[in-house]
């Protein structure tokens, strides 16, 4: 499965790489629209020490943690929510009788190499913010289980709302509200948020798992909402429960899928 998956990403790179120039162009340009979203924080920054607590640094590195997540899911999975394409055109049947899991083949389907741009944006960005930050380097374990665990909780997010154009074909705005929305949300501080929304997503919609969670515990700090201690280290858990919701969702969507008949 892991083969075929990595030998599907490769023709559409194949393809792509035989325009060089407008291939490296793409890869630019996500760099370049990415970087608005840091420009954006220090433009914040121009007037002001300190976001909710958070210095500028810390904010950077928090955005970097999330953003890197996200990206890695926005390159190798996002494609996902073209399901709803399929399904009107009549060509989710062709996909389904391949000996191939659907999955595998819609996340790749049209994979757009070029998005690796804003990985490298986010890369850079959040190795900026370890970098600048006199973090104590034994909590650094946590912060390749934070990135991995993003891209759990992304990847989950990107299933389901694939998962809920089975039942809602004509609006894959759905899923784009729940993925980039959710990446939205944790390019800040959750301290800047209201109290009930920051439980939320916490206990319901586990998104504080991205960076925030886990963020507190390598920053040293403590949680403004006094969340207990021990929810630093339940990305992981969360993570999990998420993603086998999301692929018993994505399960039931391709079960309960009625053929088009063309």
């Known amino acids: 499965m892991v083969r075929t998956y990595f030998l599907l990403l490769w023709t559409w790179t194949r393809a792509a790489a035989t325009y ?23 433009v914040v920054f121009a007037n002001t020490t300190t976001l909710a607590g958070f210095s500028r640094d810390e904010v950077l590195f928090l955005y970097g943690a999330a953003s890197v997540s996200f ?30 899991s659907a999955w595998i083949q819609l ?9 690796v741009g804003r990985l490298l944006q986010s890369s850079i960005v959040l190795g900026y913010g370890i970098g600048t930050l006199d973090l104590e380097w034994r909590r650094a374990w946590m912060i390749p289980v934070m ?25 894959p705005e759905v899923s784009n509200a729940v993925t980039y929305g959710s990446h939205q949300l944790n390019q800040y501080p959750l301290s800047i948020y209201g109290r009930d929304l920051v439980r939320a997503v916490t206990y319901v919609f586990p998104l504080a798992f991205v960076n925030w969670q886990p963020g507190l515990y390598v920053l040293g700090r403590a949680d403004p909402f006094g969340t207990p201690e ?3 280290f339940a990305g992981p858990a969360a993570a999990l429960v998420l993603s086998l919701l999301a692929g018993l969702a994505w399960r039931q969507g391709i079960r309960h899928y009625r053929s088009t008949g063309s």
């Open 20 to 42: 060089p120039v407008s291939f490296a162009l793409m890869i630019l340009f996500g760099i370049v629209t990415s970087g608005l979203d840091v420009a954006v924080i220090l």
């Open 147 to 171: 990135v991995v665990t993003g891209v759990v909780i992304f990847t989950a997010l990107w299933t389901l709302g694939g998962a809920i154009q089975f039942a809602l074909t004509d609006a």
């Open 230 to 232: 021990f929810m630093r």
């Open 71 to 100: 990206a890695v899911c926005d390159t190798f999975v996002s494609n996902i929510d073209r399901v709803s394409q399929h399904i009107k055109a009549g060509t989710l049947d062709t996909i389904l009788i391949r000996p191939v």
């Open 107 to 115: 996340t790749t389907d049209r994979f757009v190499p070029a998005r």
